[in-house]
C-alpha cells in the first residue's frame, strides 16, 4: 500500500518570521521520508534528501551529509514511490504545473516530485548561516549565495503545493536541486532542463510536526504580507 502522507516539519511562515533554530533532529525526521527538502540550523545552507542520504548544501557551496543528531528548523518529507513516470524535453521550471495537470487535476492536492536529467542551465540559491538575534527570512536572504551552473547533469527533488497551504508550505513549485557529482546544488529558482525523466507521486494527507522549542512556541508570527514575501524570497 502506498504511503501518501507528506510529513512537514515546521513551517514556512515560522521560517519567514525568523524560527531559524534546528529543532529536529535528522535521526528523528528519517521516520518521516528519505525525500525531500529542507534547510539547515541558522540557515546555513539548503537540505535535499534523496535515496536515504540527507545531503547540506552549504552557503558558501561545500556539500557534506548531515548527521543523525543534529537538528533542523524545517523540512518536508515523504517516502517517494512514483505513481508515474515519463520522458521530458526543453521544459522550464514554469512548465511543471502544465506537465504535471496534463496527467489529471492537481490543484487540490499535494504531489511530491522528482527531475532527473541533463540541464542546459539551473539557477538556484543557498541561504549562509545566521547570527543571533535573527532577522526575518526575507532580511536574512540579502547574504543568499545565488549561481547558475550551465551544461549539467543532476536531480531535482520537491513539491508541488496546492494554493490553500501557502504559508505552511510554498504554494506551487519548491524543488532542490543537486548534481550528479553530488557537489553542487541549493534550492531552484529557475531551470532549463534539455532532457530527462519527470516523476511524480500525488499525495493527499500532510502532517504537521510543530518545534517544541521555546522559540517557536514564543515566536511572533504576525506577518501582514506572508503571501508576498514567500513570492518573492522562495519563487
Ligand atoms: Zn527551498
Known amino acids: 500500500m502506498k504511503n501518501r502522507t507528506i510529513n512537514q516539519y515546521s513551517t514556512i511562515h515560522a521560517l519567514m518570521s525568523g524560527v531559524f533554530d534546528g529543532a529536529f533532529a535528522i535521526s528523528e525526521i528519517s521516520h518521516g ?22 545531503y547540506e548544501i552549504q552557503g558558501a557551496g ?73 532577522r526575518p527570512f526575507v532580511e536574512a536572504i540579502t547574504e543568499q549565495s545565488e549561481e547558475t551552473l550551465y551544461d549539467i547533469s543532476g536531480v531535482m527533488v520537491g513539491f508541488w503545493t496546492p494554493e490553500i497551504f501557502q504559508g505552511i508550505s510554498v504554494a506551487g513549485i519548491h524543488i532542490h536541486f543537486i548534481d550528479d557529482s553530488r557537489k553542487h546544488g541549493g534550492h531552484v529558482f529557475g531551470f532549463k532542463l534539455k532532457n530527462g525523466l519527470l516523476s511524480y507521486e500525488l499525495k493527499q494527507d500532510i502532517k504537521i510536526h510543530l518545534p517544541n522549542k521555546d522559540e517557536y512556541i514564543n515566536a511572533d508570527l504576525k506577518i501582514d504580507n506572508l503571501d508576498d514575501i514567500i513570492r518573492k524570497t522562495e519563487g
Request: net charge negative; proline share 4%; hydrophobic share 35%.
Open 62 to 134: 561545500h556539500v557534506r551529509q548531515f548527521t543523525d543528531q543534529e537538528q533542523i528548523p524545517f523540512a518536508q518529507l515523504t517516502h517517494f514511490n512514483p505513481d508515474d513516470q515519463f520522458p521530458v524535453s526543453d521544459i522550464s521550471k514554469a512548465d511543471l504545473y502544465s506537465q504535471l495537470s496534463a496527467q489529471g487535476n492537481i490543484d487540490n492536492i499535494f504531489a511530491a516530485i522528482r527531475i532527473e536529467g541533463y540541464f542546459e542551465h539551473v539557477w538556484f540559491r543557498r541561504t549562509n548561516y545566521q547570527q543571533k538575534p535573527y
Open 33 to 54: 521520508g528519505s525525500f525531500g527538502i529542507g534547510c539547515s540550523h541558522a540557515l546555513a545552507g539548503e537540505m535535499i534528501a534523496l535515496d536515504d542520504i540527507y
